[in-house]
C-alpha cells in the first residue's frame, strides 16, 4: 500500500554532488521513518542515511560530513544530498520505509548512481 520512487540519479563526475529523491505514495501514514540505503556490485546492501519523523538523523560514516538527509512531509518526498562525490559512492540507492505498528517494510525500485573521473 506505500510505494517509493526515487529520483535524481545518474552519471556525475568525481567531487560533485548529486541530491536523490523518494516520493512516498499510497498509505503513506503508517511510514515511522525514511532512509537511503545502497549496494555496489559484490557488496552488502548497507544504511547510507535515514531520517525519522522528529528529523533525528543518521549517517554511515562513509558519508558523514558530506551528505545531508531531509525530507517534505508535506510531499511525502525524502532527500539525499551527496556532496565530494568518490568512486565509491558508485552504487544502487534504494529509497527505504518501515511502516508503523504492521511489520512492513517498503523499498523503492532502486536507482544507479555512478561517479566517475
Known amino acids: 500500500q506505500v510505494q517509493l520512487a526515487e529520483s535524481g540519479g545518474g552519471l556525475v563526475q568525481a567531487g560533485g554532488s548529486l541530491r536523490l529523491s523518494c516520493a512516498a505514495s499510497?498509505?503513506?501514514?503508517?511510514?515511522?521513518?525514511m532512509g537511503w540505503y545502497r549496494q555496489a556490485p559484490g557488496k552488502e546492501r548497507g544504511l547510507v542515511a535515514a531520517?525519522?519523523?522528529?528529523?533525528?538523523?543518521v549517517y554511515a560514516d562513509s558519508v558523514k560530513g558530506r551528505s545531508t538527509i531531509s525530507r517534505d512531509s508535506a510531499k511525502n518526498t525524502m532527500y539525499l544530498q551527496i556532496n565530494s562525490l568518490k568512486f565509491e559512492d558508485t552504487a544502487v540507492y534504494y529509497c527505504?520505509?518501515?511502516?508503523?505498528?504492521?511489520?512492513?517494510?517498503?523499498w523503492g525500485q532502486g536507482i544507479q548512481v555512478t561517479v566517475s573521473s
Open positions: 499510497g498509505d503513506t501514514g503508517c511510514i515511522s521513518a
Open positions: 531520517i525519522t519523523s522528529g528529523d533525528v538523523t
Open positions: 527505504y520505509a518501515p511502516c508503523m505498528g504492521l511489520g512492513l517494510d517498503y
